[in-house]
């Protein structure tokens, strides 16, 4: 799975970062990035637009780092990518 996610990490110019897995569908890429896994395209599409109308309204939300060619997210082998500011703190199950 490391050589997928450093293929994906490349459209953000971020394949030579650490990356640890944080949830089954999630890796903290650096100390700075979230990136998120997904196999629904319309499920990615709806939160990444709650996550831009949180943003507007001022509610702190990891902002979405578009990619090197300016998209929002990556299609690869039947998943979605899309990377996130990570928030500060610990996450909570």
């Not at 319309?42 to 309204?57: C, F, H, P, V």
Request: proline letters at 3%; aromatic letters at 10%.
């Amino acid at each position: 799975m490391n050589d997928t996610i450093t293929k994906i990490l490349l459209h953000w110019g971020l394949e030579k970062s650490e990356v640890k897995q944080i949830y089954h569908t999630a890796w903290q890429v650096g100390e700075q990035y979230v990136l998120k896994e997904y196999q629904n395209r319309e499920m990615l599409e709806r939160n990444l637009k709650t996550l831009r109308i949180l943003d507007d309204m001022k509610i702190p939300v990891g902002k979405i780092v578009p990619t090197r060619d300016n998209r929002q997210y990556i299609s690869s082998e039947d998943a979605f990518y899309f990377l996130a500011e990570k928030l500060p703190g610990k996450h909570i199950s």
